[in-house]
Antibody, heavy 126, light 110 residues
Framework: QVQLQESGPGLVKPSQTLSLTCTASGGSISSGSYYWSWIRQPAGKGLEWIGRIYTSGSTNYNPSLKSRVTISVDTSKNQFSLKLSSVTAADTAVYYC??????????????????WGQGTLVTVSS | QSVVTQPPSASGTPGQRVTISCSGSSSNIGSNTVNWYQQLPGTAPKLLIYSNNQRPSGVPDRFSGSKSGTSASLAISGLQSEDEADYYCATWDDSLNGVVFGGGTKLTVL
């Protein structure tokens, strides 16, 4: 059973870059057809998918954030990371890392989040 | 404004059956599988239903999912107080090439 843990600064100044790391334990992020995602949730609001990475390095990003997001992976450390540039107060949220398998079958494309980190609050403020 | 729509709230009394709808389009629910997540207050979401109607190990059979065309539903029978939570549907969107979440439904057990 994989456990995920987010880490990084809880306070980021406007216009700067938000950087978070997710460390996996209890299993390798390189095993199976797992894709590793970042998801965020502003206080009192819903979930927003930010993007994902496969251990090959291939990525998909939310089009609304794509110009500011970079997700990377370091398999040697069993970690993947998020960088979000030019942040504003609107980027204040709880950020979750999550992972699951992705594949096509007769029902279409499946991608679900089996594993979640506990979440980390990032506040954008001067 | 999410491309996948859920009612913002739902409610029921203990023992009742409630359903939560999730409406999308041909590029998301119409083409791909739907997952449901339960988020208890102050915690991370948890996978509740995957691949439209499958329950992960440990999820009570009171929870069930279905999909028809561009819509999906989550049903909870024998409602219990511990079911009070936010519920999100999610699926892949072929046009956006990414995951889309519904706006979430807050379930209140009266």
């Amino acid at each position: 059973q994989v456990q995920l843990q987010e880490s990084g600064p809880g306070l980021v100044k406007p216009s700067q870059t938000l950087s978070l790391t997710c460390t996996a334990s209890g299993g390798s992020i390189s095993s199976g057809s797992y894709y590793w995602s970042w998801i965020r949730q502003p206080a009192g609001k819903g979930l927003e998918w930010i993007g994902r990475i496969y251990t090959s390095g291939s990525t998909n990003y939310n089009p609304s954030l794509k110009s500011r997001v970079t997700i990377s992976v370091d398999t040697s450390k069993n970690q993947f990371s998020l960088k979000l540039s030019s942040v504003t107060a609107a980027d204040t949220a709880v950020y979750y890392c999550a992972g699951g398998v992705g594949y096509y079958d007769s029902s279409g494309y499946y991608y679900g989040f089996d594993y979640w980190g506990q979440g980390t609050l990032v506040t954008v403020s001067s | 404004q999410s491309v996948v729509t859920q009612p913002p709230s739902a409610s029921g009394t203990p023992g009742q059956r409630v359903t939560i709808s999730c409406s999308g389009s041909s590029s998301n629910i119409g083409s791909n599988t739907v997952n449901w997540y339960q988020q208890l207050p102050g915690t991370a979401p948890k996978l509740l239903i995957y691949s439209n109607n499958q329950r992960p190990s440990g999820v009570p059979d009171r929870f069930s999912g279905s999909k028809s065309g561009t819509s999906a539903s989550l049903a909870i029978s024998g409602l219990q107080s511990e079911d009070e939570a936010d519920y999100y549907c999610a699926t892949w969107d072929d046009s956006l090439n990414g995951v889309v979440f519904g706006g979430g439904t807050k379930l209140t057990v009266l």
